[in-house]
């Protein structure tokens, strides 16, 4: 493959803001002069720890180690090479990309031909919608309210009812037949024949959070398709089911504005839901709501203050009973609360529009119950609470749901809750709680944030004779499971020794100034005059982890100015350090919220360590003129006496005396 010529690469980077393109991943937040921050998209975390600064064009995560530029993160996002990170970018901000040897730029990689593929195949849906064949289309579609400029929204199309039409426009176009079938596009038979995947049918285009199509959906619309009724690309390489949302290209600015997000079922309750208003809905695609489904919206929502709202639309059926459940087993790696809204009648958010209109979608959203709530209810709904067995034995299994509630300040509400609905006694059931909650097997719904008691039993106060072993005192209650955060894992990239990391350096007031300083001139390195920076970076270091990365920032010197720069500097230091120059880049400034102040205290820093380093010179040339005799070494006596001099005069001109 031809090679991108540097100045190229160069000039994409510089166009490009690296806060946008997080921002199509994490919803991002203020924090600090020139930092933004978010739950980090490349591990599974409660509390944001990925920081971003544009004017530095860097990220790093303090909870796992990834950091570096807009290429290395859409690499790492995307799972592509470098070459296809700067094509996408590239085409994002429409550059035209030149090559080493000349040329214009050749065959996109595998990835990006295949979202071309369905760039061009939704064209074609599309397209195909307006014409008179998809008359059962417009049917299916008109008959659920939704018109012409709906469809246009949503990026609605029409599959023709043959074999190979899509097939013979996309051939066409350049698309060999192995990209089609790579794309999930076209099928093969047992016989070796391909035909178009989609055919006869109502078209969704699936599309990530930047707005590019990874796959589709397909609802079928004659009798003798003898396919499921609703149909989807298969796993190809840019279409993954249990980590794509439908419908969150258009809900995400809503859902991270609100911090709300409602889950539906199907591709037409989206649509309904949208139009109704509630545009922050969006729908799995084939397959249950998962673990990634979670980090998804969890990274788009940012509920770390627990006041996010999360509701889950289920039919009242077996099935929408099965996938709430489902749900609920997942409930606790939200931060946010969790609701469920039952249509009434058994009717989707779709059919609920048709039926009584927007604003009842809107209504059945807002009177949502609490998952937990509705939980419990599913439990007592298997037992006939009219008999005693039958009132114990539902107790035995709403109890733990109870004892999982995050929120101990609910929790008594519905220990009283329980007891009415069981119509038990309170202090029996709080028994039964309190049981669950002691127990191994304190949260029936989840993975435990606490070790399990067999492996890690508590241990009570420590008594005065001093051991830890003594057996719990009655009544003694642990606290509560989310009273902790678990530990966070400091994992940098593995490159073969252990990576040097800010949490290993001394914590003395030298090293911390020294550290201090280099955090101000890897963020803003232009605050300092070119003197006042090669003066800096002459000083003497005492910490060794921060002279090797102050010798990277002297071997980037004239590349300061330059997107990359801190890149550039990784580049430079031994690999161990690579994550600590992303650290000490990342770290909060001390500083007011404009940058006067920031530039002010940058310079005032940068003047205490030169200050410093010159006092230490200054004391140990002092030394040496008491050990010089004036009479016998009169020559160097006097070349002391001169450096001293020069100290005092520089000392003076920094400080602007």
């Known amino acids: 493959m031809a090679l991108i010529r540097k100045r190229d690469i160069e000039e994409v980077r510089a166009r490009t803001n690296i806060a946008d393109i997080v921002s199509d991943h994490v919803t991002l937040k203020s924090a600090g002069v020139g930092s933004l921050k978010g739950l980090c998209p490349f591990h599974d975390e409660r509390t944001p720890s990925f920081h971003v600064r544009p004017h530095l064009g860097h990220f790093h995560c303090f909870g796992c180690g990834e ?21 996408r970018l590239a085409e994002r901000i429409n550059y035209q990309l030149t090559y080493e040897d000349g040329a214009q730029a050749p065959d996109y990689s595998r990835r990006a031909r295949l979202l071309l593929a369905n760039r061009a195949a939704e064209q074609f849906f599309q397209a195909q919608l307006l014409t008179e064949d998809a008359t059962p289309a417009h049917a299916f579609l008109g008959g659920r309210s939704f018109d012409a400029e709906a469809a ?3 990026g609605v199309g029409y599959a023709p009812n043959t074999w190979d039409a899509l097939t013979t ?18 099928s093969t038979n047992d016989r070796g024949s391909s035909y178009d995947r989609f055919r006869g049918r109502v078209i969704w285009p699936i599309r990530d959070t930047s707005g590019q199509t990874l796959g589709f959906g397909a609802r079928k619309l004659f009798d003798e398709d003898k396919g499921p009724k609703y149909l989807n690309t298969p796993e190809t390489p840019v279409y993954h089911k249990q980590q794509v949302l439908y419908g969150l290209d258009l809900a995400k600015k809503t859902i991270a504005r609100e911090h709300e997000v409602v889950v539906v079922e199907g591709y037409t309750d989206v649509m309904a839901a949208h139009l109704a208003g509630v545009t922050s809905a969006v729908a799995t695609c084939g397959t249950a709501f998962g673990v990634d489904h979670i980090k998804l919206i969890r990274r788009i929502m940012d509920d770390e203050s627990g006041s996010g709202r999360v509701v889950f639309t289920f039919d009242p059926d077996e ?5 709430a459940l489902r749900a609920f087993q997942e409930e606790k790696r939200f931060t946010a609360q969790t609701f469920v809204a039952q249509p009434p009648a058994g009717l989707d958010p779709c059919d609920l529009r048709l039926a009584q209109g927007n604003q009842a979608v809107v209504d059945l959203i807002a009177a949502a119950q609490p998952m937990y709530e509705f939980v419990i209810r599913q439990h007592l709904s298997h037992h006939d609470l009219d008999t005693v067995e039958g009132r114990v034995a539902a107790l035995r299994q709403a109890a733990p749901v109870v004892a999982g509630i995050r929120d101990r300040a609910v929790q008594p509400e519905y220990v009283r809750l329980l007891a009415k609905w069981l119509g038990m006694d309170l202090q029996m059931v709080d028994r039964a709680v309190q049981q669950a909650r002691r127990g191994s097997t304190a949260s029936s719904h989840g993975p435990q944030t606490m070790p399990p008691r067999a492996m890690t039993p508590r241990r009570a106060p420590m008594p005065a004779g001093g051991r830890f072993d003594a057996p719990e005192p009655e009544g003694f209650e642990p606290p509560p499971e989310d009273a902790f955060e678990p530990p966070r894992e400091h994992a940098a990239p593995d490159f073969g020794l252990p990576q040097v990391r800010l949490a290993d350096l001394p914590n003395d007031h030298l090293t911390r100034l020294e550290r201090d300083t280099l955090i101000a001139i890897l963020q803003y390195p232009t605050a300092l005059p070119g003197t006042l920076l090669d003066e800096l970076l002459a000083v003497h270091m005492n910490d060794a982890s921060l002279a090797t990365v102050r010798d990277g920032i002297l071997a980037s010197r004239t590349q300061l100015t330059e997107p990359g720069w801190i890149g550039r500097i990784a580049d430079e230091v031994p690999q161990s350090f690579r994550g600590l120059v992303s650290e000490l880049a990342m770290m909060p400034l001390p500083a007011g919220p404009d940058e006067e102040r920031v530039y002010a205290y940058v310079r005032d820093i940068a003047r205490t360590l030169i200050e410093r380093d010159l006092l230490r010179t200054k004391a140990s040339l002092v030394g040496a003129l008491s050990r010089t005799d004036p009479v016998q070494q009169a020559e160097r006596f006097r070349e002391l006496q001169q450096e001293i001099a020069q100290l005092e005069v520089q000392k003076r001109r920094l400080r602007g005396e």
């Open 67 to 87: 950091s570096g530029d807009v290429y290395s993160f859409v690499q790492k996002i995307d799972h592509v090479t470098f070459s296809e990170a700067v094509e």
């Open 152 to 154: 246009s929204h949503f």
């Open 169 to 186: 426009h996309l051939r066409e176009q350049g698309f060999t037949m192995q990209e089609l079938k790579d794309a999930g596009l076209v």
């Open 319 to 323: 099935a929408g009973q099965k996938a």
